[in-house]
């Protein structure tokens, strides 16, 4: 890791970031400094403003770390993902039940050994962070060590992780099978050691409808209630066969929606993976309930589970809250500007259209919004904590290019060009809370050496 945190230093660069939701303010919700100063305390964000008025504020000393050429976005928050998959992502299943039995379920199998889920979990984060991802949310297994070993991980990197014990007693190999009760018992365990730790969050998980009994989510509901301000994630309406399984599974239920509703597991805290095929009463009650609908456009196409309906999801008077996600192991790619690529063409496949400013919303504050946590992550508004991506455009000819001959253009399409053309090879450098915890040989920021006295 990289030491010392630094207490006081200063970047200069493009600064980039969401001050407010595009849909309501249009391109004025992104800020734009082209020559900005970025100044850190104590891992925390302190000031931004225009190089020219900032730089005598600097103080005798305070290092001053010269990015000119390179752009500072607000660390990347991933709001759906499997830490256990990372071996299984491009695995071939007919669909996604397939794909879970054939890939995943004994990929997962693998995580009851500490030190397997130790490694994965190190090799999971660093990623993250090589893709400028700085807060995630996160399914663990079923395994309560898996749980441990990624939050110790992350606690070693300060990162801001959301994370979850799989409750799963049905439906799956019985090595990767609790039960309603110990499910129970153990989620609270790990409720107990990690929620509020650090910058650690717990996840009630059940995985979803098909491989949790009644019992189950009963107990997952009891959970929430008894343990306020811990999140739930669960997945919600992926493909046809698999809500065709949750209606045989659960024959008094209307919708695959009302079965997480008449366990109480709908809410604001709730993030729901996937959110593609569902009726009107349904999106309803998740807008009525503020539960949040998380796009995870890249596993969508990869697992052929089809495409999201934008439009339904934020249809006025009742739009559903918004995330956007990568779902690794059946998402593709690490890089949430794939992922901002990939809704984009999924949108567009679908007759529809989000604008740029609002997926690099999605990716930043919008998830921050979604995860309540606005006021500490997805942007980099002073107060906030100083994860932040450094992006060199010029590590990727083909964006350097395309940026080079739309200079004249305006933020919108300098976003759509980084997402589409962007990838983890343009992030040059990644912090949390101050502390550089990555960085591209050849770059201008040295991971170890805290530019800060
Ligand atoms: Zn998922």
Known sequence: MSGE???RFALRGRILHAVGDPAE??????????????????????????????????????????????????????AHVHYPQTGVVAAH??????WLERHTFPAESAFADPEH????????????????????????????????????????????IVAGKVMMDRGAPAALRD???????????????????????????????????????????ALLREHPGVYLQTHLAEQR??????????????????VYDRFGLLGPRSLLGHCIHLAEAELARLSASRSVAVLCPTSNTFLGSGLVDLDALRRPPRPVRLGLA?????????????????????????????????????????????????????SLRPGCAADLVVVDPARRPALA??????????????LLALAVLGDEQVVEATFVAGRPLYACPGSGVSVGQPPGR
């Open 326 to 378: 990568t779902d690794i192991g059946g998402g593709t790619s690490y890089s949430m500007f794939q992922t901002m690529a990939e809704l984009h063409k999924v949108v567009r496949l679908a007759g529809q259209g989000i604008d740029p400013c609002g997926l690099f919303h999605l990716a930043t504050l919008g998830n921050a919004r979604a995860l309540g946590l606005e006021r500490e992550i997805g």
């Open 179 to 221: 039960t309603a009760e110990t499910g129970y018992r153990e989620s609270a365990a790990l409720i107990a050691r990690w929620h509020g730790r650090g910058r650690i969050a717990y996840a009630v998980t059940p995985r979803f409808a098909v491989t949790s009994s009644e019992a189950q989510l009963e107990a997952a509901g």
């Open 25 to 78: 303010r249009g391109e004025a919700a992104i800020e734009d400094i082209p020559d900005g100063l970025l100044r850190i305390a104590e891992g925390r964000i302190a000031a931004l403003g225009d190089y020219g008025d900032l730089r005598h504020a600097l103080e005798p000393g305070e290092p001053l770390i010269d990015l000119t050429g390179r752009i500072l976005l607000p660390g990347l928050i991933d």
């Open 401 to 414: 290019r395309r940026l080079a001959a739309g200079a004249e253009e305006g933020v919108s399409d300098l």
């Open 93 to 98: 299943g007919r669909d996604l039940l397939d």
């Open 117 to 160: 889920a130790r490694e994965a979990a190190r090799f999971f984060l660093d990623e993250l962070l090589r893709n400028g991802t700085t807060a995630a949310v996160v399914y663990c297994t079923v395994h309560p060590v898996s749980v441990d070993a990624l939050c110790e991980e992350a606690s070693a990197r300060g990162m801001r």
């Open 5 to 7: 945190a630094p207490r």
């Open 241 to 258: 066969n698999e809500i065709a399984t949750v209606l045989r599974l659960f024959p008094w239920a209307a919708s695959y929606t009302e």
